[in-house]
């Protein structure tokens, strides 16, 4: 067997030397139309390569790919499945820098927390699930159930005992289809409990940041994983995303992005009975009582709101601060965030938060924050006054970075004085843009933060532990923190209500979804 030791993806380290091609049946190819979109670097604006834009031909080579390596793949002994997925999390470990760096350059996020905290996130989910398969998998229902039944004659029923037991079997082919806001923990998250569970795929990642989802595609061939388990094409949404939805060999569809997409995706793989799992957006509350602590408080609500230039779909972007402490909290905040926060090139170490991912979502983000102007809103750009790299600001929130000045980079926004009802407060904007709103009683903190369509994760803030278990258990969201944002298990479920999703992700959760069960009922003779 191959060893770590052994094996290496041999991954570029030079931009010029990333070429990206759809990953079909073990092999690397163009798409067959050749046709390739342009991918700009969201911190110049300028070109910095190629992906392709592929359709529904290369979908169809993917899915007979998967189709065809599905009945040895379900049935390969779990223990050689687990060595595959550690195998991959040594190679992600082994290239966490040059994959981090990738993701900074493409994805416009700090390379400190690509590097250091998303690639071992990716690398611990193939050794969760992996430990998961080897400590048993899903455990598996029984029961022992005594009824009158008729086995030998209709008129004089006898007593009998009826064993019934579930099996869980591999689901079959799955598509994946990610984002753009953390690429490749979205596709490890998908693809790591499905070819766990026996599953084989095809992975549509985004066509904004699909780098290190290609770079993957180099480990997951070197780690030894057979051909057509996996394979990933790249292209939009509606190119390559939509047939991958509606092809009639995908059992499944996972999917993490928009709301509106969502809708549209879950439409269509309903109408074909596939099983569908939708993560979506959030529009996440934060509840701050009087009680809490306040320094901790305040720390966590910038890291809540600014955190990957607000492109978190569990950021929190409305927060809810009781009157005893309204004050006192958004000066604080405000002066941590001018003297904190660095804004600028997402490769420099220092850097805060860089640049958001396109000029059509800086384009959205400034939409949001020119309504809240038109409003009457107070609208307040935290400009660190140390940020030398600042340049200038424009009057709705752009900041020109030196050497940078392509790039498409947001001033960290404050707006009070916003009324609950505004669309700034009732939907998702995903950018550096946070609203901080003053309640009266813990009654009217629960009815603020359950006042949207959305239902993702939601935080509150106090010392008093039975209002805080109080406060938490009336909030309409899959994730409710306590006196803390974003730390979390990942074999505990994550998924959202309302807009915010359908399904529950994480640990046997997902294991789950790759998976049917079947019930095997069978009548015990005397
Ligand atoms: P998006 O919906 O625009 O795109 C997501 C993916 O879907 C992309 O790969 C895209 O190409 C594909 N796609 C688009 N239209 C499609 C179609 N008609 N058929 C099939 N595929 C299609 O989302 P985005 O802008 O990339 O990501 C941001 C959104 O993702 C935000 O709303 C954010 O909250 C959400 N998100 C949610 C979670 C979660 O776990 N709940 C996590 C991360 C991001």
Redesign the pocket.
């Known amino acids: 067997m191959t060893t770590t030791a052994t094996i290496s993806a041999n991954l570029p380290t030079d931009i010029k030397d990333v070429h990206i091609q759809n990953y079909i049946n073990g092999e690397w190819a163009p798409p067959t139309n050749g046709l390739f979109l342009d991918k700009y670097n969201p911190a110049t604006g300028q070109v910095i390569l190629q992906i392709p834009d592929s359709a529904s031909a290369d979908v169809d080579s993917a899915v007979k790919a998967a189709k065809a390596a599905f009945p040895l793949w379900s049935k390969t002994p779990v223990s050689e499945r687990a060595a595959i997925l550690l195998r991959i999390a040594d190679l992600i470990d082994e290239n966490s820098s040059i994959l981090g760096t990738f993701e900074s350059l493409d994805q416009g996020k700090p390379v400190f927390s690509a590097i250091h905290f998303e690639m071992p996130m990716c690398a611990a989910s193939f050794r969760q699930f992996a430990k998961l398969i080897t400590d048993g998998g899903i455990k598996e229902s029984e029961s022992r159930l005594e009824s009158m039944i008729t086995p030998t004659s209709i008129t004089q029923p006898k007593a009998s005992i009826t064993e019934s037991v579930t099996q869980h079997i591999a689901a079959g082919v799955a598509g994946l ?6 690429p490749l923990p ?1 596709v490890c998250f998908k693809l790591a409990p499905c070819i766990a569970a026996g599953s084989t795929c095809v992975v ?5 940041s699909s780098i290190t989802s290609f770079l993957l595609s180099h480990i997951l061939h070197a780690a030894g994983v057979p051909k057509g388990v996996v394979n990933i094409i790249f292209g ?3 190119g390559a ?2 047939p ?2 509606k092809h009639k060999d995908v059992k499944l569809i996972s ?5 509106a ?2 809708a ?2 879950g439409a269509l793989a309903s109408g074909q009975f596939k099983r569908v799992s939708l ?4 529009k996440n509350p934060a509840m701050f009582f009087d009680d809490c602590n306040i320094d901790h408080a305040v720390t966590t609500s910038i890291r809540g709101a600014y955190t990957n230039q607000g492109e978190v ?1 569990l950021c929190a972007s409305r927060q809810y601060v009781q009157h005893g402490i309204y004050e006192k909290f958004v000066e604080m905040f405000r002066q941590k965030v001018r003297s904190d926060i660095f804004v600028g090139n997402p490769l420099d170490p220092r850097t805060f938060y860089g640049p958001v991912i396109s000029q059509q979502h800086m384009d959205k983000v400034l939409g949001y924050i020119r309504l809240a102007q038109e409003e009457s809103a107070t609208v307040e750009f935290l400009v660190n006054p140390n940020d030398i790299a600042v340049k200038g600001v424009s009057s709705d929130g752009r900041l020109t970075i030196e050497g940078h000045e392509g790039g498409y980079f947001i001033a960290p926004t404050l707006i009070t004085n916003i009324k609950q009802s505004s669309r700034v407060m009732q939907e ?1 904007i ?1 950018g550096p843009v946070v609203c901080i709103l003053p309640f009266g009683t813990e009654e009217e903190a629960v009815e603020l933060a359950n006042d949207t369509e959305y239902g ?1 994760s939601a935080s509150v803030w106090t010392l008093d532990h039975d209002k805080l278990d109080r406060v938490m258990r009336q909030i309409n969201a899959g994730l409710v923190w306590g006196n803390n944002w974003l730390n979390m298990d990942q074999d505990m479920p ?1 998924g ?1 209500m309302g807009c ?2 359908n399904c529950r992700e994480n640990g046997k959760y997902s294991l789950e979804f790759y998976t049917e069960v079947k019930t095997l009922s069978r009548h015990v003779f005397d």
Not at 204 to 208: G, I, V, W
């Open positions: 289809i990610t984002p753009w806001n953390f979205m549509k990642p985004t066509e904004l939009s949404g509606l995303g939509e991958l939805v999917f993490t992005g928009g709301s997409t969502g549209r995706i993560e979506l957006g959030g779909c998702e995903f993702l994550f959202g915010s999703g």
